[in-house]
């Protein structure tokens, strides 16, 4: 059975950073997408970063390309986040999906078949 478990999330200030970790288990992720999404308060669930994990190949939120950085290493994926803003206050979700050919990168909630419990990102003004 497929477990993703969200940790690092917290208080910053802003312009500050944060590393938020996933840890992933129940079976090989290779083969997989691995994707960061977030929600704010009363928003949708928005598409943060994301990436294949044989070849690693990442794609971003045209928002937070330049300052977040998506990786993954054995089980774990990571998304680094530098010079958060308060509009980035929100709860991270990590999700997985077996990799699509036609759409490896996918950028929808919908898109994705497991989903951590999240972890809160607040950034102070």
Not at 25 to 46: H, I, L, N, P, V
Not at 74 to 93: D, G, I, S
Not at 95 to 100: E, F, G, K, T
Not at 101 to 117: F, M, S, T
Request: aromatic share 12%; glycine share 10%; hydrophobic share 35%.
């Amino acid at each position: 059975q497929v477990q993703l478990v969200e940790s690092g999330g917290g208080l910053v200030q802003k312009g500050g950073s944060l590393r938020l970790s996933c840890a992933a288990s129940g079976r090989t992720f290779s083969g997989y997408t691995m994707a960061w999404f977030r929600q704010a308060a009363g928003k949708e669930r928005d598409f943060v970063a994301a990436i294949t994990w044989t070849f690693g190949s990442t794609g971003y939120a045209s928002s937070v390309r330049d300052r977040f950085t998506i990786s993954r290493d054995r089980n774990t994926v990571y998304l680094h986040m530098n010079n958060l803003k308060p509009r980035e206050r929100a709860v991270y979700y990590c999700a997985a999906v077996p990799l699509r050919p036609g759409r490896p990168l996918a950028r929808h909630w919908n898109a994705y078949a497991y989903w951590g419990q999240g972890t809160e990102v607040t950034v102070s003004a």
